[in-house]
């Protein structure tokens, strides 16, 4: 089950903050978050795992309610290095060892000047 | 440190013809995951290898396979190309397992099927 992305698009000033929500619709195991700008391969930015604390990197952190089966990206003084497309895989692990990932349509982020 | 190398970069192929895609991981990373991009589906998983075993597979046709070797270069083949196979193929690696340590991307292979 793909999960869904909110924003589907946000465009920002420099120096303001987003949040890009992850929901899935079934119980999430893991979250991984990755940045991709136009042509380029996606950056892995985090994972979060179930149980696990709250991820930050600088001024990019994420967070993980499994009790609302979603995740959620916070970027915090957005700068124009920021601007891209961010995706969020998920992995549900509903039985067996297959680890599958499945990933977001992905959230268009425009930082401006 | 080299980052991770895919070949070929681009790719022109026909319909019912087979492909082989290339990864040359990160020095020293065992895990390998490939991936296929498009814009109507988006970013989807095809499988991991890690230390020349399958470990993880996506939801795709048998005629998307792969293969590791022993210095953890990877290969994608796919067979009997359909247009819809027309993608970026993206491959990762990691020092440990799909989900348990950062990824890195190479640069894709973009594969046409015409």
């Known amino acids: 089950q793909q999960p869904v992305q909110s924003p589907q698009a946000v465009i920002l000033r420099e120096g303001e903050d987003a949040v890009i929500n992850c929901s899935s619709s079934?119980?999430?195991?893991?979250v991984h978050w990755y940045r991709q700008k136009h042509g380029e391969a996606p950056v892995f930015l985090m994972i979060?795992?179930?149980?696990?604390e709250q991820k930050g990197h600088e001024k990019i952190s994420a967070s993980f309610n499994e009790k609302k089966q979603q995740s959620s990206l916070y970027l915090t003084a957005s700068q124009l290095s920021y601007s891209g497309t961010y995706f969020c895989?998920?992995?549900?692990?509903?039985?067996?060892?297959?680890?599958?990932?499945?990933f977001g349509k992905g959230t268009l982020l425009t930082v401006n000047p | 440190k080299a980052g991770v190398t895919q070949t070929p970069r681009y790719l022109i192929k026909t319909r019912g013809q087979q492909v082989t895609l290339s990864c040359s991981p990160i020095s020293g990373h065992r895990s390998v995951s490939w991936y296929q991009q498009t814009p109507g589906q988006g970013l989807q998983f095809l499988f991991e290898y890690f230390s020349e075993t399958q470990r993880n597979k996506g939801n795709f046709p048998g005629r998307f396979s792969g293969r590791q070797f022993s210095n953890s270069r990877s290969e994608m083949n796919v067979s009997t190309l359909e247009l819809g196979d027309s993608a970026l193929y993206l491959c990762?690696?990691?020092?440990?397992?799909?989900?348990?340590?950062?990824?890195?991307f190479g640069p894709g292979t973009r594969l046409t099927v015409l």
């Open positions: 990762a690696s990691g020092a440990g397992r799909l989900g348990t340590d950062t990824q890195y």
């Open positions: 079934k119980a999430l195991y893991s």
């Open positions: 979060l795992l179930k149980g696990g």
């Open positions: 895989g998920t992995e549900n692990r509903g039985g067996g060892s297959n680890y599958k990932l499945t």
